[in-house]
T-cell receptor, first 111, second 114 residues
């Protein structure tokens, strides 16, 4: 069935390190893809999105490219900060009004 | 400011009691959703509503009920039939009408059964 698989955590990095969180999806058709971020004790906030193949979403130094050929939407940031410590969720939405989420990846950035 | 408001932020319930979680939005969105979040399991869809007076079961609807009498409101009742209700509950809304553009989330309600 349709699903999202993202890299398991937790991930611990030093400030200014490079961050990659892998996300792959299995879906029929051409879903829209999203990365959401959740800070401790809060709801989810949209970080970036891409609605068609080869689109690149970007925000706050994070980037992800919709790769149809590899069914992937990996999240990257070149230089992380302590304030980037959060849980990151990959998600996809099709035409059936359901937004499907990955399990989440906890990222901790140390000063 | 437009947004989604969930209340209360923390809720304690005794076993065998029903409890209702509030979700209100002033974004004029047609679609609203309830998700449950457990550690290491991501978000799972409980119920969703595409329009007033209509709603559908998600992946884990057993032990939950909802209503959608107003466009702005989508309350979730956790009934005594829910075997393991302790969790973080998130409400979301979107413009609706597919395909997906973006979902906006509330701050969540943490329910603990004592």
């Amino acid at each position: 069935g349709d699903s999202v698989t993202q890299m398991e955590g937790p991930v611990t990095l030093s400030e200014e390190a490079f961050l990659t969180i892998n996300c792959t999806y299995t879906a029929t058709g051409y879903p829209s893809l999203f990365w959401y971020v959740q800070y401790p004790g809060e709801g989810l906030q949209l970080l970036l999105k891409a609605t068609k193949a080869d689109d690149k979403g970007s925000n706050k130094g994070f980037e992800a490219t919709y790769r149809k050929e590899t069914t992937s939407f990996h999240l990257e940031k070149g230089s992380v900060q302590v304030s980037d410590s959060a849980v990151y969720f990959c998600a996809w939405g099709g035409n059936d009004y359901k937004l499907s989420f990955g399990a989440g990846t906890t990222v901790t950035v140390r000063a | 400011d437009g947004g989604i408001t969930q209340s209360p932020k923390y809720l304690f319930r005794k076993e065998g009691q029903n409890v209702t979680l509030s979700c209100e939005q002033n974004l004029n969105h047609d679609a609203m959703y309830w998700y449950r979040q457990d550690p290491g399991q991501g978000l799972r869809l409980i119920y969703y509503s595409q329009i007033v007076n209509d709603f559908q079961k998600g992946d884990i609807a057993e032990g939950y009920s909802v209503s959608r009498e107003k466009k702005e409101s989508f309350p979730l009742t956790v009934t005594s039939a829910q075997k393991n209700p302790t969790a973080f509950y998130l409400c979301a809304s979107s413009i609706g009408g597919g395909p997906w553009t973006e979902a906006f989330f509330g701050q969540g309600t943490r329910l603990t059964v004592v």
